[in-house]
């Protein structure tokens, strides 16, 4: 009932599969030659398909996106960003923090019994075994490897588990003339548990294929004549608000009989009641068997009710009724010891014994697991297939300190017996939501002008919408965000339309660093809502909006300085909005290691996004009620401007989104910011009819611009800062990031001099692109003049991969798309084909051995690309129809 594989591999096949071809005629200057780059990036592909030693390319599996063989290791393995990683240079000034971190991690984790927001001894070793996440967004997420393992669960809020649930599994049989010929367990794992089954695939004859929000399984079954591909389709789907809410995916297996003869196949799809936790032993779980029937189509599976004290949900695993195809189930089996009885009973007949009535709950110390399988005929040279959906349903939920319940937002769409309905829902509107998909992917997949890599990373990278701890839930009926200042007195309505209308959104600054919509870093992510799901960004701001104008004076240690302070102060953006430990919305700033109410950046972005909102949507109420809000966080941003001259300082410390990097006196990163917030406050006062503060904001601007290019501006790019220490001349990758804002907003013509910006921009890629890893890694934060990383700090040599895609994106803007698309191409190589690094993009890696922050929010970024090009493309048609240019 199985087969045997070869312990030596066949000559290997490499699949054809499409690659890039970035590198213009002649090369960059100081970058390698075009064929050189050019095999580079094929290699580097090629190899995740090496040791694929089959023909088969599976059923309409796209060529584009990242397609990965079963059997390849990935020869690099880093180890995440600790202590000891430290440079003795770096030791002395962080000695403070350490002590007090120590502290402050002891009484959480030994006396609160809870988990920090940021786990310094207990980073997430990498595992290179990520693929596409199922479920839609904010309701919780499953991920499933690419070799098909359940290995990764955010079911309560915001908070993450990684544990491989082995008898989580599908499982192949074939049958003829009424016997079964083979039985497989369509994994490559051999685990010591359900020794009864059939494991041990042969890696070699599989292939991954991820195209979020869908991927692809292809199993050529060894010596039969077919070929399996399983079709994961999850309903991330933009500008839906309503299916994109659901927490349901569709598994499809299509089936391709080569043979002359016809076969019976049947699918069984297993699944453990709990997500490997201990409270899957913790007693009072049982399952039970469901049919519903409604507008004339059925669905048939198991219920899996988890009945824990705290958010209880139930699993749901089901199948679509249809005449030629057979579906049975069993309600519940042991999944310890060999587990023959559950095998056998397929081998016996290709179906299961199918049980009524409900399991009993269970006792103390046993898991429960049920099973549902599903039959069709395939004729010979023909094909088939069979559908199946896995869905969960945790409607009511609260966060750490249980002390309100929140509703998610699919609530108000399923009406009824929820997982059924969820499940019925979804396998009859899945072919919808795959036309939707496809529909929106189409004109970029079909550009031949984007490299195959570009097309991967812009859609893959979206994982992290869903799979980012997020939560979309509906706002209570007693909530009020305005912070109590009501709209006539210049606040914001107490529950504002966007928000009543489309729910309240979260999503964590990473899955290790656990933080609700930092708001520094969402200034990058924050791309792929406004221009996927617009409600969604306009939402959070929103949110952000009414904390501005609240304040907590509960004085608290801040670990870096060692200072008291309070927790919020008035006027000022907050770092985030709070640790789904804790309780989110109502209690923000679970940020401890500064204070951030002295950050130049936060306000700064604040403004800088409810522009570009406002130009990406012309949502002129949304642009009425953010305009105070904007003024009060501008005046409060005025006292950092010391000296009079328009221009605000850093004061000395790590004070913006690099809160491991010192900044003293004006800089390019905050002193940009500022220029482009001005230039945009002046924007929105003549929008809104405002004269006089339109003169305020022009008086500052035209001071601030000057003193800008004064103090910063060297004749090639801009400082890093102006305090005139050894390295404030370094070269800093992020340096235009308050210009890539206005070109995003339709603006950036005057505010900065073109001409100095693509200087700046120049020297950025042959610095910090070209002159570091071989021009293989994207660009490093900070560069020195002569072309080695500034080491000055924890974070000026590490590649930020969010920035590097903003930085991309600047380069589109200006014309520069080769050296944007070289730059951006470095990240995904390295983290998506080198380091193993697919659904968990990390903050930050440096160029050997490490990297920090397994799957981030930044990278989310890469969608300011797409803007980029699609204003790029946009300027380029209305050139060619007027014949005008700059």
Known sequence: LGVSYPSTHPSVLIAAYPHPDLVPRGGWGGGRPNQESKEWGEKSTADLMSRYVSKEMGYNVPKEGWRICLAHEFKEKRKPFQAKDVSLSNIWGHIGLGVRYLKFWYKKTQVEKKAPFIDMFGAQPLRQIYGAPLGGIGGGTITRGWRGEFCRWQLNPGMYHYKTVIPNQFTVCLRREGKTVYQQVLSVERPPTLQGWNWGYCGEYAFYHALYPRAWTVYDLPGQNVTLTCRQISPVIPHDYQDSSLPVAVLVWDIENKNEYDLDVSIMFTMVNGS????????????????????????????????????PYTLCIAAREQSDREISHQTA?????????????????????????????????????????????????????LEFCLAWDMPKMTFGSQEKEHTRQYVAFIKGDASPSLSHYALTHYKQWERSIEEWQRPILQDSSLPSWYKSALFNELYFVADGGTVWTEMTEDADISGGICSEDGGLP????????????????????????????????????IMLWPKLALSVQYDIAGSVVQQDLTERLYLMSGQYSPVK??????????????????????????????????????VLQVYRDFHLTQDRQYLQDMWPICQAVMESELKFDLDGDGLIENSGYADQTYDGWIVTGPSAYCGGMWVASLCVMCKMARLLDSEESYRHYKDLLDRGSAAFEKLLWNGKYYNYDSSGRELSNSVMSDQCAGHWFLRASGLGDGEFQAKKIQSALKSVFDLNVMSFAGGQMGAVNGMRPEGVPDHSSVQSDEVWIGVVYGLAATMI??????????????????????????????EAYCEKNIYRSLAYMRPLSIWAMQLALNTSQKDQTTTAQTGVTD
């Open 813 to 842: 803007h200006e014309g520069m798309q080769e050296e944007g698309m070289r730059t951006a191409e470095g990240c995904y190589r390295t983290v998506w084909e080198k380091l193993g690094m697919a659904f968990q993009t990390p």
């Open 494 to 529: 107490a529950q504002p339309a966007v928000i009543k209308e489309y729910g309240r959104f979260a999503y964590l600054e990473g899955q290790e660093y656990r933080m609700y919509n930092t708001y520094d870093v969402h200034f990058y992510s924050s791309f792929a809502l």
């Open 333 to 385: 089996f042991s999944p310890k010891g060999p587990c023959f009885s559950l095998w056998n009973d397929l081998i016996d007949d290709g179906r299961l014994d199918s049980p009524t009535g409900s399991s009993p709950p269970t006792v103390k110390g046993e898991k429960v697991a049920a099973a549902v399988a599903v039959g069709c005929s395939v004729p010979a040279q023909g094909h088939n297939s």
């Open 569 to 606: 102060t008035k006027n000022v953006v907050p770092h985030d909005i709070g640790d789904p430990d804790d309780e989110p919305w109502m209690r923000v700033n679970a940020y401890l290691i500064h204070d951030t109410a002295g950050w130049k950046d936060l306000n700064l972005k604040f």
């Open 276 to 311: 490997g936790q201990k409270d899957d032993k913790c007693g009072g779980h049982w399952n039970e068997p469901f049919h519903l029937e409604k507008e004339g189509e059925a669905v048939s599976g198991v219920l899996l009710h988890h009945c824990t004290a705290v958010n």
